[in-house]
């Protein structure tokens, strides 16, 4: 499935500023950034529609969301925590009221 | 709040075998979802089915709503189901998708 292309696929940091991309070519209206840590289930941290963020969870500031257009979505991280290894979904779903939702392949974060 | 909750919390089986997960809810509106993460981490939607019956391939998803309650059959096991499958409801309140916690399934060969 490369409907949803994230980049990168793994990423090893120590407290260093990174972005994590995301692209679909769905032709959806929402997108999300989840993050998944081991053997849970995803935790939503932003949602965008239509490229205006509509929730904003309670994540730690040092994760700046961007929208750019539509198919693109952005997640910047600055100066990671330990406890920020997980791995990163971007989503994509039709509306916003997260109807079946798309995920891409994700991104390992190892924080050293 | 809403909450979703899965059994078995994990499930071994011999291949050939069929499978049956289970998932209950605390509200009726649901919108409920199924999902499949692969061993290797890859998540994939199986089903949208807030009600009804629906088939694809092995796999059959049955939510019955007024009951709480959604399963997915899997007949005839095969190794490569092996890995961990969610459900999830849309929260009435803000849209947010509520999971479930998994069931591990191990299907030997």
């Known amino acids: 499935n490369t409907k949803i292309t994230q980049s990168p696929r793994y990423l090893i940091l120590g407290r260093a500023n990174k972005s994590l991309e995301c692209e679909q070519h769905l032709g959806h209206n929402a997108m999300y950034w989840y993050k998944q840590s081991a053997e849970k289930p995803p935790e939503l941290m932003f949602l965008?529609?239509?490229?205006?963020?509509?929730r904003n969870e309670t994540v730690p500031s040092r994760f700046i969301p961007e929208c750019p257009d539509s198919s693109k979505l952005l997640l910047h991280i600055s100066a990671v925590d330990p406890e920020d290894s997980a791995v990163y979904f971007c989503?994509?779903?039709?509306?916003?009221?997260?109807?079946?939702?798309?995920f891409g392949h994700g991104t390992k974060l190892s924080v050293l | 709040g809403q909450q979703v909750q899965q059994s078995p919390a994990s499930l071994v089986l011999q291949e050939g075998e069929n499978a049956e997960l289970q998932c209950n809810f605390s509200?009726?509106?649901?919108?409920l979802q199924w999902f499949y993460q692969h061993p290797g981490g890859r998540l994939v939607s199986l089903f949208y089915?807030?009600?009804?019956?629906k088939h694809t391939g092995r796999l059959t998803s049955t939510t019955v709503t007024n009951e709480r309650r959604s399963s997915l059959h899997i007949s005839s096991s095969q190794t490569t189901d092996s890995g961990t499958y969610f459900c999830a409801i849309v929260a009435d309140s803000n849209y947010q998708l509520i999971w479930g916690s998994g069931t591990k399934l191990i299907i030997k060969p």
């Open positions: 989503a994509s779903s039709q509306g916003r009221s997260n109807e079946r939702l798309f």
């Open positions: 089915n807030p009600s009804g019956t």
């Open positions: 965008y529609n239509l490229k205006q963020l509509i």
């Open positions: 509200s009726t509106a649901t919108r």
